[in-house]
């Protein structure tokens, strides 16, 4: 990894492109005018905000974790993929909190600091897609999940005891659904603001699922 990471990815300046939340434990969220973090906890008037893990599945199985997942953000070129796959997907219908665009978010290592306005979070890890993405949109769930060898396939995703994607043809997978993040200095985001990236000390640590 290096400094080139911070670059924009087609040329574009990296910008917010839509903001979500959602009161209750849907798959979904609201796109809504802007949203407000709020310090350690997340998403104001979001099911997910809170200084422990709020995502039901891992609050069933260990209810005291530190929530990591406070912030869901996703690169909006991930529904362009899944529109030209023939699958209908609008800002906020994966779940996430912060739609961006022109921005690497996959490729960024962990701790790496997103800077939105007054706000800033940091990134603690991906998103571990799960077969309720297939229950929105039979077969989402193999645009948002790609052999990490890039070899094309129709075998379906295998899942893990806890439903998360572990892998494809018994080899390792690239998790497309975007990143996690907590939130260390709070404000209003809304679309259209400017994201600066902020990478961490080296040496960097690649994103695994939190």
């Given at each position: 990894?290096?400094?080139?990471?911070?670059?924009?990815?087609s040329?574009?300046?990296?910008?917010?492109?839509?903001?979500?939340?959602?009161?209750?434990?849907?798959?979904?969220k609201?796109?809504?005018?802007?949203?407000?973090?709020?310090?350690?906890?997340?998403?104001?008037?979001?099911?997910?905000?809170?200084?422990?893990?709020?995502?039901?599945?891992?609050?069933?199985?260990?209810?005291?974790?530190?929530?990591?997942?406070?912030?869901?953000?996703?690169?909006?070129?991930?529904?362009?993929?899944?529109?030209?796959?023939?699958?209908?997907?609008?800002?906020?219908?994966?779940?996430?909190?912060?739609?961006?665009?022109?921005?690497?978010?996959?490729?960024?290592?962990?701790?790496?600091?997103?800077?939105?306005?007054?706000?800033?979070?940091?990134?603690?890890?991906?998103?571990n897609p799960?077969?309720?993405?297939?229950?929105?949109?039979?077969?989402?769930?193999?645009?948002?999940?790609?052999?990490?060898?890039?070899?094309?396939?129709?075998?379906?995703?295998?899942?893990?005891?806890?439903?998360?994607?572990?892998?494809?043809?018994?080899?390792?997978?690239?998790?497309?659904?975007?990143?996690?993040?907590?939130?260390?200095?709070?404000?209003?985001?809304?679309?259209?603001?400017?994201?600066?990236?902020?990478?961490?000390?080296?040496?960097?640590?690649?994103?695994?699922?939190?």
């Amino acid at each position: 990894m290096s400094s080139a990471l911070t670059e924009p990815i087609s040329g574009e300046l990296p910008v917010v492109e839509a903001v979500c939340r959602a009161q209750m434990h849907t798959f979904s969220k609201t796109v809504v005018e802007a949203i407000t973090l709020i310090e350690g906890m997340g998403v104001a008037g979001d099911a997910h905000a809170g200084t422990l893990v709020q995502h039901r599945s891992r609050k069933k199985r260990a209810p005291n974790q530190v929530n990591l997942r406070q912030v869901h953000l996703i690169h909006a070129e991930l529904l362009d993929e899944a529109r030209a796959a023939g699958h209908e997907v609008a800002p906020g219908d994966l779940g996430e909190n912060v739609l961006t665009r022109g921005l690497d978010l996959l490729g960024l290592p962990t701790d790496t600091r997103l800077v939105i306005g007054e706000t800033s979070v940091r990134i603690t890890g991906l998103r571990n897609p799960c077969r309720q993405i297939d229950d929105f949109s039979p077969g989402l769930l193999k645009v948002v999940v790609a052999r990490e060898d890039g070899v094309r396939t129709g075998s379906d995703v295998t899942l893990g005891a806890t439903g998360g994607s572990e892998s494809i043809d018994g080899v390792g997978i690239v998790r497309k659904s975007g990143v996690m993040a907590v939130v260390e200095q709070g404000g209003r985001i809304e679309a259209g603001m400017a994201i600066r990236v902020v990478l961490p000390r080296e040496p960097f640590r690649s994103l695994e699922p939190v």
